[in-house]
């Protein structure tokens, strides 16, 4: 469906605060297969834009704490995949930890109603990721 008020409107990217940063760069890369855009930054503050392959990005920042209350990092993130269950296979034999396993869910959700398939991991860096993927929209 189209934006009518900024019909240019999409998504880029999300960004992420990260406490280990070299290990959620490698996770994002080597384990989902992200590819490296862009970088900047020094010692004390580094960024790095990842290519997720669908023109949305990630963009990891170093200097994020352990601590999920100090609102430094977001609550989840969802990546929409063709299959979740093998997305969540790889993540998990990348280093992620699942948070919950892929299920089916009917969400009673209003005027459209979805059932969606979805499986949550926490990257060994501590970021909460879904991987997501509509199965069914019925409009009211």
Not at 92 to 116: N, Q
Request: aromatic fraction near 10%; proline fraction near 4%.
């Amino acid at each position: 469906m189209a934006n009518y008020e900024i019909p240019s409107l999409a998504f880029h990217h999300i960004g992420v605060r990260v406490q280990d940063f070299e290990k959620e760069k490698e996770f994002f890369i080597n384990g989902l297969g992200m590819k490296p855009f862009t970088s900047w930054g020094n010692a004390e503050r580094q960024i790095q834009l990842l290519e997720m392959g669908n023109g949305g990005m990630v963009e990891l920042f170093s200097g994020g704490s352990d601590e999920a209350a100090s609102g430094e990092r977001f609550i989840h993130f969802a990546m929409q995949v063709d299959d979740v269950e093998i997305a969540f296979r790889k993540a998990i034999e990348a280093g992620a930890s699942c948070v919950r396993p892929v299920s089916t869910v009917s969400l009673d959700s209003h005027p459209v109603r979805l059932t969606v398939q979805c499986g949550f991991i926490r990257t060994p860096g501590g970021a909460e990721l879904e991987f997501f993927r509509v199965l069914k929209a019925e409009k009211e």
